[in-house]
């Protein structure tokens, strides 16, 4: 199947700094991926849409300057938590429909996810 | 609103007993129909579902889509501890996101 990676698989960071998460297709091109959250016992919980080359769609509820998502290229796409709080602290992964219908266009492959804990 | 609901939400047996889990749904323009398995990290994909009554099974595995009655059921045979997830179900509507459920978390004890 199609692989999803995503870095890093974890970080610790001060209250007020940014992050930035890598999502990467490494075997096929991904035009749309998408970011979700996911709280300890929870549901995943769809944060947005990135698509490449325009603006990423978000879900009621978030914050788009919060959560900056850069989709510059068919294979990479890249959430930023701006001014990272305590409250951001959560697992977030990003997937990606497969690619082309042979590879398994409409299944959604995941990235490993990151936990990211705010000081 | 597009809605997907699974039952039971958590649920604890022995090794080798058999599990039955359930996926609801109420959405417009159902597309597919997909069961993910997810341990400690990301979910890895178990089945695709699109057409009613064909069972598709994967070992232990199998599952089912009724789209009469917008449901399917993932059932696990002679479970073992190494089943031990939660089991995410979603749907995917036409021409929009895929909708997922709770889950149901899936202990099996030894």
């Known amino acids: 199947g199609a692989v999803v990676s995503q870095h890093p698989s974890w970080v610790i960071c001060k209250s007020g700094t940014s992050v930035k998460i890598e999502c990467r297709s490494l075997?096929?091109?991904?035009?749309?991926m998408f970011w979700y959250r996911q709280f300890p016992k929870q549901s995943l919980m769809l944060m947005a849409t990135?698509?490449?080359?325009?603006?990423?769609?978000?879900e009621q509820g978030v914050e788009k300057d919060k959560f900056l998502i850069n989709h510059a290229s068919l294979t990479l796409s890249t959430l930023t938590v701006t001014s990272a709080h305590p409250e951001d602290s959560s697992f977030y992964i990003c997937?990606?429909?497969?690619?082309?219908?042979?590879?398994?266009?409409?299944?959604?492959?995941f990235g490993s996810g990151t936990q990211l804990s705010v000081l | 609103e597009d809605k997907v609901v699974q039952s039971p939400l958590s649920l604890v047996v022995h090794e080798g007993d058999t599990v039955t889990l359930n996926c609801s749904y109420e959405?417009?323009?159902?597309?597919?129909l997909l069961w993910y398995k997810q341990e400690k990290k990301a979910p890895t994909f178990l089945f695709m579902l699109?057409?009613?009554?064909i069972e598709k099974k994967s070992g232990r595995l199998s599952s089912i889509l009724d789209k009469k009655e917008l449901f399917s059921i993932l059932n696990i045979t002679a479970t073992q501890t190494g089943d031990s997830a939660v089991y995410l179900c979603?749907?995917?509507?036409?021409?929009?996101?895929?909708?997922f459920g709770p889950g149901t978390r899936l202990s099996v004890l030894p």
């Open positions: 997937s990606a429909n497969g690619g082309q219908e042979a590879r398994g266009y409409e299944k959604l492959f």
């Open positions: 075997d096929f091109q991904a035009t749309t």
């Open positions: 990135s698509n490449e080359g325009s603006k990423a769609t978000y």
């Open positions: 959405v417009t323009n159902f597309r597919s």
């Open positions: 699109t057409s009613s009554g």
């Open positions: 979603a749907v995917r509507p036409y021409g929009q996101n895929f909708v």
